[in-house]
């Protein structure tokens, strides 16, 4: 059976590797620089990847979504109304919000940095021409649009979700790994976490390259049990985006 372990490596601001650090805050040793394959001369994450064997999602920015409701062939009289769906997540119960105006322009304004969920900070932006809304969504974000049945809706720009670890999500991100990094409080008493900034070395506001890698030991053997089994080691690293590597 095998032993996993799950690493994750926060490259220092300057780009030395030396310096990393793991989601306990502990600066790697020199025979961990060696084993996950950071002691080359590389010049940044991707050769890196290419150099070391990881897989490498870089980080590119998020492309908006934008529709257009031309609501110029709704008859005279009925009110015209939008529902958003922001349906990212995929699961069965999306977030959704209708907004209704009696003029195009007042349902742009009604729309204007509105979210569907309250503090959710995905604000879309909208704005009206000719009885022609145009809606933004947020960055990734990927959206549906429903509208009164005469309105012709348009999504005239598709959304492309972000890659690698946008800064917005990075913090969220280390946090789920340090869960993991051996803390669990069994006792009873208060466990403190280590300072994402101060301890971890990740920089605020800063998008990150993620390089993955599984590392498999050699076959071993338990003589208590009589089985052979595998270490597994699942490698994350992070680096900012365009930083070079020295």
């Known amino acids: 059976m095998a032993n996993t372990k799950d690493t994750l490596l926060i490259v220092a601001a300057s780009g030395d590797m030396s310096a990393a650090k793991n989601a306990a805050g502990r600066t790697i040793s020199a025979a961990e620089v060696t084993l996950y394959g950071l002691g080359g001369s590389e010049a940044d994450a991707a050769a890196l990847a290419t150099a070391s064997g990881y897989t490498l999602d870089a980080f590119a920015a998020a492309t908006a979504a934008e529709f257009t409701v031309d609501t110029t062939g709704v008859a005279a009289g009925e009110e015209l109304f939008v529902t958003l769906i922001d349906v990212t997540a995929g699961r069965r119960q ?22 569907l969920e309250a503090g959710d900070g995905k604000a879309y932006a909208a704005a009206e021409a000719a009885g022609v809304v145009t809606i933004t969504c947020p960055g990734d974000v990927i959206a549906k649009v429903a509208s009164n049945e005469d309105a012709v809706i348009v999504n005239t720009t598709a959304a492309v979700l972000s890659t690698g670890l946008p800064a917005a999500k990075a913090g969220e991100f280390v946090a789920s790994k340090t869960t993991k990094a051996g803390r669990t409080n069994r006792v009873g008493f208060p466990v403190v976490e280590p300072n994402q900034i101060a301890d971890l070395g990740l920089q605020s506001g800063v998008d990150y390259d993620v390089l993955t890698k599984q590392i498999v030991s050699d076959v071993k053997f338990d003589k208590n049990t009589g089985a052979s089994y595998q270490d597994v080691e699942q490698v994350t690293i992070i680096i900012a985006d365009g930083q070079a590597i020295v």
């Not at 209708?98 to 729309?111: D, P, V, Y």
């Open 94 to 115: 999306f977030p959704r919000k209708s907004f209704r105006g009696a003029t195009a322009a007042a349902l742009a304004t009604a729309i204007n940095g509105a979210e």
